[in-house]
T-cell receptor, first 111, second 120 residues
């Protein structure tokens, strides 16, 4: 049984660079979520896909952030012109119904 | 607006002690779900339990039990006979119903977490 996977697990970048993260959900799950978690806080919702449709976006998702799920399977989250404030853990989750199952996260450090 | 409060920032217990983690929530929804997740040092959030708003029956699952009280908007989580491997950050989360034209989404609103340390 394969869980949610995320790649890369760690990313260090310089301010102003673009980064892209990938999430592969549990295969039969049609719902996919992105969250951001900063140190000492709980995860905060960023965006949600049902199949390939992006149905909801948080106000946290500025115009520098874009997410896609082109074929309703894996998803990518891109951050353009990274800022130091983007440093965080980016978590992906998937679900078939109410319970969301999380991946190991991508830890981003912007220098 | 939805809000989850975990007032206990850190708890330390000695192995084999019972420990209860508190969670208080706010929501205007009549239908919602409550969750507990565990985040060990490795960082991955692990699902523990789920409860829906129309079922206040409290249950025990192994060493885990939970006390859901709608009247006080609380969803407390107890670990019996704690073990060192239980050391982690525990998050309480609320799932509210978000109606989208093409379907529905249930975003999770998390508390700030409780760091549990179980000492040998």
């Amino acid at each position: 049984d394969t869980g949610v996977s995320q790649d890369p697990r760690h990313k260090i970048t310089k301010r102003g660079q673009n980064v892209t993260f990938r999430c592969d959900p549990i295969s039969e799950h049609n719902r996919l979520y992105w969250y951001r978690q900063t140190l000492g806080q709980g995860p905060e919702f960023l965006t949600y896909f049902q199949n390939e449709a992006q149905l909801e976006k948080s106000r946290l998702l500025s115009d520098r952030f874009s997410a896609e799920r082109p074929k309703g399977s894996f998803s990518t989250l891109e951050i353009q012109r990274t800022e130091q404030g983007d440093s965080a853990m980016y978590l992906c989750a998937s679900s078939q119904r109410e319970t969301q199952y999380f991946g190991p996260g991508t830890r981003l450090l912007v220098l | 607006a939805q809000k989850v409060t975990q007032a206990q920032t850190e708890i330390s217990v000695v192995e084999k002690e019972d420990v209860t983690l508190d969670c208080v929530y706010e929501t205007r929804d009549t239908t919602y779900y409550l969750f507990w997740y565990k985040q060990p040092p490795s960082g991955e959030l692990v699902f523990l339990i789920r409860r829906n708003s129309f079922d206040e029956q409290n249950e025990i699952s192994g060493r885990y039990s939970w006390n859901f009280q709608k009247s006080t908007s609380s969803f407390n989580f107890t670990i019996t006979a704690s073990q060192v491997v239980d050391s982690a950050v525990y998050f309480c989360a609320l799932s509210f119903f978000s109606v989208i034209s093409s379907g529905s989404a249930r975003q999770l609103t998390f508390g700030s977490g409780t760091q549990l340390t179980v000492l040998p």
